[in-house]
């Protein structure tokens, strides 16, 4: 009951999916999109349903899995084609096997992401992936601000971190790492979204034009991205026949 007093409490701010951010789902949803496997679809976490409402236009067959109530709610009156599960990630079972399995921005936020990732590896179909993605600790904006003093170190976590509840901060190695750890073979590693200065900076001056460019510069240079992903599925001789 804690855990979910906890993510009530965070989802009663709205915090995700504003300004910038909005932008940033859409365009995470493009760029997953070019990895989808035809077939059921599970999102992990959808939060407000920013992605949920893109991945519903896209498959016939969706089901997310959320730890907050009020989340859930708004997503079924929104979205009554959608299976809408009310539970905790590890807590969640079912006999279904899924083409594409989506962890936007959920990582960061669990108690143990390897746990979670090797938990609903099991419910892969065959030849199904697994995309997650996370912010990355090495954005260049986060080590601007290592270099200003406003940031002990790209590892710190800042008020806003917190805010969305946010339980850690990767770089793409330790990132990478996880996928690995949890048994899973990495097909594709990714970033987008070069971000020089913090959101509120960018929404203050800065036009969708350029917003949009700074994205696709992201994914030239992954390493420095403010967002990174990965795409992965089960090795061959574990996959289900």
């Given amino acids: 009951m804690q855990e979910y007093q906890r993510l009530e409490t965070i989802a009663s701010a709205r915090p995700y999916g504003t300004g910038v951010g909005s932008f940033g789902v859409r365009y995470g949803f493009e760029v997953f999109s070019r990895f989808f496997r035809p077939g059921a679809t599970l999102e992990l976490g959808p939060a407000e349903g920013h992605m949920t409402?893109?991945?519903?236009?896209?498959?016939?067959?969706?089901?997310?899995?959320?730890?907050?109530?009020?989340?859930?709610?708004?997503?079924?009156?929104?979205h009554p084609r959608v299976t809408a599960v009310h539970a905790l990630f590890e807590d969640f079972h079912t006999d279904k096997r899924f083409a594409n399995i989506i962890l936007g921005h959920?990582?960061?936020?669990v108690a143990d992401p390897?746990?979670?990732?090797?938990?609903?590896?099991?419910?892969?179909?065959?030849?199904?992936?697994?995309?997650?993605?996370?912010p990355n600790a090495r954005s260049?904006?986060?080590q601007a601000a290592v270099v200003m003093g406003q940031l002990e170190s790209e590892w710190a976590m800042t008020p806003a971190?917190?805010?969305l509840g946010h339980r850690r901060v990767y770089n793409p190695e330790q990132f990478?790492?996880?996928?690995?750890?949890?048994g899973l073979s990495i097909g594709f590693f990714g970033g987008y979204w070069l971000k020089p200065l913090s959101n509120s900076q960018i929404e203050s001056s800065w036009t969708p034009e350029m917003i949009r460019a700074f994205f696709a510069l992201g994914e030239?240079?992954?390493?420095?991205?403010?967002e990174i992903y990965v795409v992965a599925g089960l090795p061959e001789q574990q996959r289900p026949a």
């Fill in 220 to 226: 030239r240079y992954p390493d420095i991205a403010a």
């Fill in 53 to 78: 409402e893109l991945l519903a236009d896209r498959f016939e067959d969706l089901t997310v899995v959320e730890g907050a109530g009020s989340f859930v709610e708004d997503i079924r009156q929104r």
């Fill in 114 to 134: 390897v746990a979670i990732l090797r938990h609903v590896s099991g419910f892969l179909a065959p030849g199904g992936i697994i995309v997650g993605a996370v």
């Fill in 161 to 163: 971190d917190y805010k």
């Fill in 106 to 109: 959920v990582l960061e936020h």
């Fill in 176 to 182: 990478r790492a996880e996928f690995t750890m949890a």
């Fill in 140 to 142: 260049i904006h986060r």
